[in-house]
């Protein structure tokens, strides 16, 4: 087996696993024949490319293709990585600019994406607006004939539930007297009304995700094996604070909208810290990921995973990709989307000690990291960015722009981007564009079906992490055939 990183510019090789010869540059163990012609080409996630086949001098001679190859890619690679759009949005009306309001797309197959609450530059909001993903038009909702409206409110979760609509809890509705809300309240879609549901405790700062029931096994909330044929739905909310110091409230609980009933949830292990505005995603229906947050006048940067079968808090011992691509600095007002098995961060706010002067350090950022949720490893994902000197700039006749640095935005995942909108910095100027960034290219949102060809995703995961190698001429028919794909 041959492997080429780009890290050292050079070929290894290694061959029979009782006896492994690894060498830099041009130096290969002359004689030695593996036992199959060329076949594939494989990558890891440091950088090494694995060939099987073939012999030391074949070998030898493919070094000064790929240093070609790599040249050419070097030249090239700027042109393909993906930037963020500044999306062009009309209506009658558009929302007011605003910073820890909402947006949930309102189902798989919906065009349609919610906004509710947040804060304004003076004022706490409680307007709701819909916006037309497919026309990018905004237009207000949730006024039909029903008397009932939410209260106005920020720092509020709201989720999509299946079946139900669009689940908001908790929130602040006083920002001068941090006083909060435990109301819920749904909108089944654009074009109903808003309901009242059961409330519980005030809360503000949490998290929420959606985590439904199986028939036949036991209930993550519950405990007890769901018999009924018809199994519900769980808004499973963690952390956050109450705004009363004297209040308890619960790490986790959870909320059925379907029985309108709340249930505790008790939960074990190495449980995080008490923390607002943090940021978690729930990943095949068994496991919750947590990242980051506030506890105090402290932002964090830890990560915690919480398994709903056992109902076990574990502190998780992240790995970073590679020596320059750190991982998120500690922040808190972050937003977070689930992609296929990958946690995407946007932004934050952050507070630091500085040793210098003694002093404390605050910044907002507008960087992306990826958190694999298997192999629990974080990746900085660097955009293609405009010229310094420029504003904007136009990038595939697309305007293209970095989003500001904030804290307290609105994300959500439509059609391979990220989309974000809102937020404050810390003047404070308070944002409404609404800006993406196309997701789609990245080798690590996990693909489904067949994959059309594998050595395209091998040659987006070099654009993607800096990589300059391109897969040889004579192994891209082997590879097209092994994946029929032509």
């Not at 290694?14 to 024949?33: E, I, L, M």
């Not at 036949?216 to 499973?236: C, F, N, R, Y």
Request: charged letters at 20%; one cysteine or more; glycine letters at 10%.
């Amino acid at each position: 087996m041959w492997w080429y990183t780009t890290e050292h510019g050079a070929l290894d090789s290694s061959y029979q696993k009782d006896r492994t010869v690894r060498g830099r540059g041009p130096h290969f163990a002359a004689g030695r024949r593996p036992p199959h012609p060329p076949q594939i080409i494989d990558c890891d996630s440091h950088g090494f490319f694995s060939l099987t086949g073939g012999t030391a001098s074949e070998a030898k001679q493919n070094t000064a293709g790929i240093e070609k190859d790599c040249e050419t890619s070097q030249k090239t690679r700027r042109s393909t990585v993906h930037a963020w759009e500044v999306v062009k949005c009309h209506g009658p009306d558009c929302p007011a600019t605003r910073s820890g309001h909402t947006m949930v797309v309102m189902g798989s197959h919906s065009h349609e994406a919610i906004l509710f609450g947040g804060l304004g530059v003076k004022d706490v909001l409680g307007d709701t607006w819909c916006l037309d993903l497919s026309s990018m038009a905004w237009n207000r909702c949730g006024m039909s004939s029903s008397p009932y409206r939410p209260v106005p409110r920020y720092g509020h979760t709201a989720v999509y539930i299946e079946g139900v609509g669009m689940c908001v809890y908790g929130g602040v509705v006083s920002a001068s007297e941090m006083r909060c809300t435990g109301e819920v309240a749904v909108l089944q879609g654009s074009s109903s009304s808003w309901s009242s549901r059961c409330q519980s405790y005030a809360r503000w700062g949490h998290t929420a995700v959606v985590y439904g029931e199986v028939f036949g096994e036991q209930s993550a909330v519950t405990g007890k094996a769901v018999l009924h044929e018809d199994p519900v739905s769980w808004m499973i909310v963690a952390l956050g604070e109450s705004g009363d110091d004297q209040q308890r409230i619960p790490a986790v609980s959870a909320y059925s909208p379907e029985r309108n009933q709340w249930h505790e949830v008790t939960t074990h292990g190495e449980r995080p810290t008490p923390r607002r505005r943090h940021q978690a995603v729930l990943y095949e229906n068994t496991t919750m990921y947590l990242f980051g947050g506030r506890h105090d006048m402290t932002t964090l940067n830890d990560t915690y995973s919480l398994n709903l079968k056992t109902r076990i808090w574990t502190r998780l011992a992240v790995h970073v990709l590679g020596p320059t691509l750190p991982s998120p600095s500690p922040r808190t007002g972050h937003s977070a989307v689930c992609v296929n098995g990958f946690m995407y961060t946007f932004g934050g706010f952050e507070m630091r000690h500085d040793e210098v002067t003694g002093g404390t350090v605050f910044a907002v950022h507008n960087d992306v990291h990826s958190f694999d949720l298997c192999n629990h490893q974080w990746r900085r994902i660097t955009p293609a960015t405009p010229h310094p000197s420029a504003k904007s700039t136009t990038v595939r006749g697309l305007r293209s722009r970095l989003p500001p640095q904030m804290s307290m935005s609105a994300s959500f995942f439509f059609q391979g981007k990220l989309f974000v909108h809102g937020g404050r910095d810390l003047v404070p100027t308070v944002f409404g564009e609404l800006t993406a960034l196309p997701l789609s290219g990245d080798l690590f949102t996990r693909t489904q079906g067949i994959v059309s060809s594998l050595r395209h995703l091998v040659a987006q995961y070099m654009v993607d992490h800096d990589l300059v190698f391109v897969v040889p001429p004579h192994l891209r028919k082997t590879l097209d055939a092994m994946f029929h794909s032509k």
